[in-house]
T-cell receptor, first 111, second 114 residues
């Protein structure tokens, strides 16, 4: 069965700085990978997804992620964050129809 | 387009009282449906999922139950709430076809058990 590890539970960063949120997965078969964002007291919203093709995936709000099969990683990046990016971010992996979520990374953007 | 609704948005209940949370999906048919819980400061815990009317699978044994009386309606219930049932409850749906199973989430219900 697949699993997801988000290596950082909290990431504080200053406004306009770059950020990387790390995600590693384990699976014995081909996988599909996702990043979701959750703002306070809201549901999860899809940021981006990797299904196939180019390993660099661009999503909403200026985020992008790179699928690295050899390192079994799918790290999320943004070159310059805004205060409004403060939220919880979840990495998820799906194979054969079963989706598993990581524990989440709390991104806090400081002025 | 598809939309997913949850109600109520917030709920405060005493210990030992019953619970009923409702989730409905519009704009699609025969979706897979899911209930998740987020305890304070913790990640998502899958509680139940359903692939069709009357078909419920439980991921975690607890005092909660789920039902799917209609194709696009998913209900989370309890006969007697515990303090540990407090949390943020999320409903989600996905297409039944396609193996990547992208899930679409509702706005959530904040439950406080006192």
């Amino acid at each position: 069965a697949q699993s997801v590890t988000q290596l950082d539970s909290q990431v504080p960063v200053f406004e306009e700085a770059p950020v990387e949120l790390r995600c590693n997965y384990s699976s014995s078969v081909s996988v599909y990978l996702f990043w979701y964002v959750q703002y306070p007291n809201q549901g999860l919203q899809l940021l981006l997804k990797y299904l196939s093709g180019s390993t660099l995936v661009k999503g909403i709000n200026g985020f992008e992620a790179e699928f690295n099969k050899s390192q079994t990683s799918f790290h999320l990046r943004k070159p310059s964050v805004h205060i409004s990016d403060t939220a919880e971010y979840f990495c998820a992996v799906s194979d054969q129809g079963d989706m598993r979520f990581g524990a989440g990374t709390r991104l806090t953007v400081k002025p | 387009s598809q939309t997913i609704h949850q109600w109520p948005a917030t709920l405060v209940q005493p210990v030992g009282s019953p619970l009923s949370l409702e989730c409905t999906v519009e704009g699609t048919s025969n979706p897979n449906l899911y209930w998740y819980r987020q305890a304070a400061g913790r990640g998502l815990q899958l509680l139940f999922y359903s692939v069709g009317i009357g078909q419920i699978s439980s991921e975690v044994p607890q005092n909660l139950s789920a039902s799917r009386p209609q194709d696009r309606q998913f209900i989370l219930s309890s006969k007697k709430l515990l303090l540990s049932d407090s949390g943020f409850y999320l409903c989600a749906w996905s297409w039944t076809s396609g193996s990547y199973n992208e899930q679409f989430f509702g706005p959530g219900t904040r439950l406080t058990v006192l």
